[in-house]
């Protein structure tokens, strides 16, 4: 039934002129477009997706290193997908990770403006407004450079006017670092003055900050004594740090890179010390006030004798007058010193170094000879004695404080060389990957140039026989040409009537042939 179909549509297409040979120009053309995709497509390096799902901001950020770096790369703008050739894809990754690339993810504000409408709720305006502060909070620790990725949630009660009922809001960060790198104290404290800055009557004892090892690098609300202790500390290991590098760097000058082990013991005085003194000086006086009063009495003779006539009557009244008179002096003089008084108010010194106590080990002396071979010899005691001196000027040697230095001179275990990476195996080899993709496009390209093209060639090639009639013996075959068929064998009772056909017409005839036949039999 599906051949007699196939037949009746061949027959439809040969019947309109061109149609046929228009459609295998089309199929035609199809495959030749097909077979040059294929071509170009192997041709072409493969490309393995680097990061999808980017920002603009970050998209913009990765295109511009791989484009430094000289990375091919491809971009989707639809998507915010980057591809990269597949041997680059390791590179890639490692020198965007060593810029801090990609920052981090999520939506900021920018959600805010994206989603804003009329129909959106209170609360949803409120939880999307926390959200992006976080994201936005999240971005600005990311840009420290021992941080990979951050995350900040916050904790702000819902304000109300009773005060008994106001709680003051929280807030913890986790933070992801880098390898190898670790947050400084002083970087902790400035994420937590970060955050408190950010949210209103936020305080930083409410703020926690823990790293993606679990490890608390803050301790809000702690007691002060732990706090002081902690910091001592840290200082004190910062100070045999620096000690132990600056001696490992000078020594290793004049014995070689790896050959210097060094080990600081500071003993540091924390205690705060505060002294003040009154001292004062008995020969350095100097007159600061002088007050000098001076009073002087004089008293006259007054009239006195018996009263009567006599003692009024004047005489001789200028002698009685001197011997009456009386004269009194008072002088009286204040003078005020001052003495000479100095007053010092002393405080000690915090973190002062009480003592060091300095261990190296150095390693042999070695010398290449002629052959290749190295020879390890130990130091001698003026070398010892160099390096001694050497390392009481580096960490300030001070006898009278009893700093001890302690050089010792010992063979080095040679350490083992690091294991070789394997190497790729053969077919994760990139070359290998191109290879197998030229020749699967050789492969298809042949099929469809044997199983297409070609039949279609020798199709445009034949011309087809205008259907007529079928003829006796002929007949139109499914590809449009003329057959020559033979005809069927006649069946027993068509030949019976053919021969009762051929006795009636020549009955003549009949009987002679069958007067031959008896004849050949006898």
Known sequence: MAEKDNQGIVAMINSVPGLRQGLLLVGLALSIAAGLWIVFWSQQP?????????????????????????????????????????????????????????????????????????????????????????????????????????????AIPRQTVFLRERHPPSASVLVHLYPG??????????????????????????????????????????????????????????????????????????????????????????????ETRESYNPDGNVMRSEQTSEEVRRDEGAAGGVPGAASNQPGDTAQDARAADAVSETRQATRNYELDKTVRHVRGQVGEIRRLSVAVLVDNARTVNEDGSTTAEPLTAQQLDEVRGLVREVVGFDAERGDSVNV????????????????????????????????????????????????????????????KAPTPGVELGADGLVRTVPPPAPSYDERIAAARAIANKDPQRVAQVVKDWVGNEG
């Not at 981090?104 to 959600?111: I, Q, T």
Request: aromatic share 4%; glycine share 8%; no cysteine.
């Open 408 to 467: 010792v001179n010992a063979s080095f275990h040679e350490q083992a060389a690091p294991a070789e990476v394997p190497a790729a195996s053969f077919l994760e080899q990139g070359w290998i990957r191109d290879v197998l993709r030229q020749l699967a496009a050789i492969v298809v390209a042949m099929v469809l140039l044997f199983t297409v093209v070609r039949p279609m060639m020798k199709g445009l090639m034949t011309i087809p026989v205008p259907q």
């Open 181 to 274: 790198r670790a947050l400084e104290p002083a970087q902790v404290n400035s994420v937590v003055n970060l955050v408190a800055s950010s949210i209103p009557e936020l305080q930083t004892t409410r703020i926690t900050v823990v790293d993606q090892n679990g490890r608390l690098l803050n301790a809000p609300g702690e007691n002060g004594d732990l706090a002081v202790s902690a910091a001592q500390f840290e200082q004190r290991q910062r100070i045999e740090k620096e000690m132990a590098r600056r001696i490992e760097s000078m020594l290793s000058a004049m014995l070689g890179l790896g050959r210097v082990r060094a080990t600081v013991s500071a003993d540091v005085d924390f205690t705060v010390s505060e």
């Open 46 to 154: 493969g490309y393995r997706l680097l990061y999808s799902n980017l920002t603009d901001r970050d998209a913009a950020d990765v295109v511009k290193a791989l484009q430094v770096s000289g990375i091919d790369y491809q971009l989707d703008e639809t998507g915010g997908a980057i591809r990269v050739r597949g041997e680059n894809l390791h590179e890639a990754r490692l020198q965007l990770a060593s810029q801090g690339l990609p920052g981090s993810g999520g939506v900021g504000l920018e959600m805010i403006q994206a989603e804003s409408g009329i129909t959106v709720s209170q609360f949803m305006e409120g939880a999307k407004y926390q959200h992006a502060l976080e994201t936005e909070l999240s971005r600005t620790i990311v840009s420290m450079r021992p941080v990979e990725r951050a995350r900040v949630h916050l």
